[in-house]
């Protein structure tokens, strides 16, 4: 399992981020020096996934501070760096109350700490023998270290109950095939990278027992927003009768956003589709409440009415 710091790391005089762009072929670390730069870090992927960008920015803030940056300054460039994870607007948020060094790193350390919890809650759902399917990147790259779906994943394998874990590729940025597959490899867990396409027909065969994706914003009526193609999972999950759970801290949560449809999506540039052709390239969609068997989060696992089970303790609760 990749440490913490070896995912993102606050130095003097700079943030280091094992760029994912690059991987699995590569590893090679990026170094930003400034807020700036840590913010463009995070709109060009260099580290991605919602928990992660919001560590990323407390380190930011952390290096912005130390460096006598216009602190207002650094929060703007920072929150305006994408759109939908909520995680970076929370981090931000905490980071105004004390922008220390020891702050970043103490966020750092407690969202790892709520994988793990959230991990091994998700577990209790996992029967033996189950043949798990996930979607994008939800493992220690996407959350600073052991990850929110794949941790799921991990701590059910770890007590023998995962066979098998179908890894949707993620296009166009195959987070999936290039970071899912590279994580559950060195987790020494079963895997096949799946197309996208393919992930309806896997459950119709009856080869999928569990769906477990994490979440860039979960809604405080339980709508949740993750990358693009989850929705189709949820919809053809419920087609097959296969469980579809969420797995998020509460950071994740948003109490001032009520439903879905306030959620803002990010749409990236379309020669990540295709240079060729006129594309669109939304990277995330809503999944509806209604769809998702249960929020797993550190405090436990939530069900539907979410409006009343989900913990708010995020931005504006
Ligand atoms: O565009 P990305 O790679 O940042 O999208 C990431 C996802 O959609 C993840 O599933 C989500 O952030 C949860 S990460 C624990």
Avoid at 33 to 47: K, L, Y
Avoid at 55 to 80: C, F, N, P, Q, W
Avoid at 218 to 231: E, F, S
Avoid at 272 to 284: D, I, S
């Amino acid at each position: 399992m990749l440490e913490p710091e070896r995912i993102l790391r606050l130095e003097v005089g700079r943030v280091v981020f094992l760029d994912q762009r690059r991987l699995p072929t590569e590893e090679v670390d990026v170094a930003c020096t400034t807020a700036a730069e840590v913010a463009d870090a995070i709109r060009t992927m260099v580290v991605r996934g919602a928990p992660a960008i919001g560590v990323a920015a407390a380190y930011g803030i952390a290096l912005a501070a130390e460096r006598g940056e216009d602190l207002s300054e650094a929060d703007r460039v920072l929150r305006t760096s994408r759109p939908t994870a909520i995680n970076l607007m929370w981090a931000l948020d905490e980071m105004k109350r004390d922008p220390s060094a020891e702050h970043a790193r103490q966020i750092h350390r407690d969202e790892v700490e709520r994988c793990r919890q959230m991990s091994a809650h998700a577990s209790t759902l996992v029967k033996p023998g189950s043949r798990a399917m996930t979607h994008c990147n939800a493992g220690g790259l996407a959350t600073g270290g052991y990850g929110s779906a794949v941790g799921a994943i991990i701590a059910s394998f770890e007590q023998g109950l995962i066979d098998h874990v179908w890894v949707d590729e993620t296009r166009p940025l195959l987070q999936g095939a290039r970071l899912t597959a590279w994580e559950l490899e060195h987790a020494g867990i079963p895997f096949s990278v799946i197309p996208d396409s393919a992930a309806a027909a896997f459950m119709a065969r009856g080869e999928v027992d569990v769906i477990f994706t994490g979440a860039d914003r979960i809604a405080r009526n339980g709508d949740t927003a993750n990358k693009i193609g989850t929705y189709g999972l949820a919809v053809n999950a419920k087609h097959h009768t296969v469980p579809f759970y969420i797995v998020a801290p509460t950071s994740t949560i948003d109490p001032a956003t009520a439903d879905g449809s306030g959620i803002p999506i990010e749409e990236r540039d379309q020669t990540e589709v295709t240079a060729r052709f006129p594309a669109r390239n939304p990277a995330f969609d809503v999944t509806p409440a209604g769809l998702i068997h249960a929020i797993v989060t550190e405090q436990g696992v939530h069900r539907a009415p979410y409006g009343d089970t989900l913990p708010l303790s995020g931005v504006g609760a």
